[in-house]
Nanobody, 125 residues
């Protein structure tokens, strides 16, 4: 599976941004996809997840502000980010994983193997 992120930019506090992730090679019926972010010197953290069954999960820090979605016809994963805060500044990564049906509801905790190169989001006041 290959994933390529895009859409990162510099925005002001309170602004919005939509990230995209082009996915290729994901042919399995059971999979998880997610958005993660990392700030230099800190561990990468999960932001939002979506399963092939469209089950959604969000980190508490972004719930109500970010929305994850996917367009199967376009093989693209999205992250709509609203009401951006300075603490949302980070490199954002897209990831995908083929899973078994038994763990399809565990997208936030599974191990992701296929990662993109990241796209930078900078939120400033």
């Amino acid at each position: 599976v290959q994933v390529v992120e895009s859409g990162g930019d510099s925005v002001q506090v309170g602004g919005s941004l939509r990230l995209s992730c082009a996915v290729s090679g994901l042919t399995n019926s059971w999979y998880c996809m997610g958005w993660f972010r990392q700030v230099p010197g800190k561990e990468r953290e999960g932001v939002a997840w979506i399963s092939s069954t469209n089950r959604l999960n969000y980190a508490a820090s972004v719930k109500g502000r970010f929305t994850i979605s996917k367009d199967n016809a376009k093989n693209t994963l999205y992250l709509q980010m609203n009401s951006l805060k300075s603490e949302d500044t980070a490199m954002y990564y897209c990831a995908a994983a083929v899973v078994s049906s038994s763990v399809i509801n565990l997208c936030p905790v599974i191990k992701y193997i296929d990662w993109g190169q990241g796209t930078q989001v900078t939120v400033s006041s």
